[in-house]
């Protein structure tokens, strides 16, 4: 079982960056994929980038591509969202979650399904604001 933990998050300006990190305290994180989530108020939680358990396939939503950029390191049982070019309408709640693959569903499928995660971190807010 994964036990997540979300850090990194705060306030910064338009154009600026942050790094969030989600670290797991188990013992299984390599068998998992994880993916980036976040939530505005009154809206509902979206899809954000996903990462394979391997690190070799990804996912970005469309607004996030070019800007966000997801990497793990499974030896720190670790991964990582780098923010660049922070926009006003990024700001929200970012949660990472753990889902195991199979050998059928692709990382795009299980991103956009979020219904393939089901171990989730407590969440870190990201405000974006001058």
């Known amino acids: 079982q994964v036990q997540l933990v979300e850090s990194g998050g705060g306030l910064v300006q338009p154009g600026g960056s942050l790094r969030l990190s989600c670290t797991d305290s188990?013992?299984?994180?390599?068998?998992?994929?994880i993916g980036w989530f976040r939530q505005a108020p009154g809206k509902e939680r979206e899809a954000v980038t996903c990462?394979?358990?391997?690190?070799?396939?990804?996912y970005y939503a469309d607004s996030v591509k070019d800007r966000f950029t997801i990497s793990r390191d499974n030896a720190k049982k670790t991964v990582y969202l780098q923010m660049n070019n922070l926009k006003p309408e990024d700001t929200a709640v970012y949660y990472c979650?753990?889902?195991?693959?199979?050998?059928?569903?692709?990382?795009?499928?299980?991103?956009?399904?979020?219904?393939?995660?089901?171990?989730w971190g407590q969440g870190t807010q990201v405000t974006v604001s001058s």
């Open positions: 979650a753990a889902g195991l693959p199979d050998r059928i569903t692709t990382i795009q499928t299980m991103c956009i399904m979020r219904r393939y995660f089901d171990s």
């Open positions: 188990g013992f299984t994180f390599g068998y998992y994929a």
């Open positions: 990462i394979s358990n391997l690190g070799d396939k990804t």
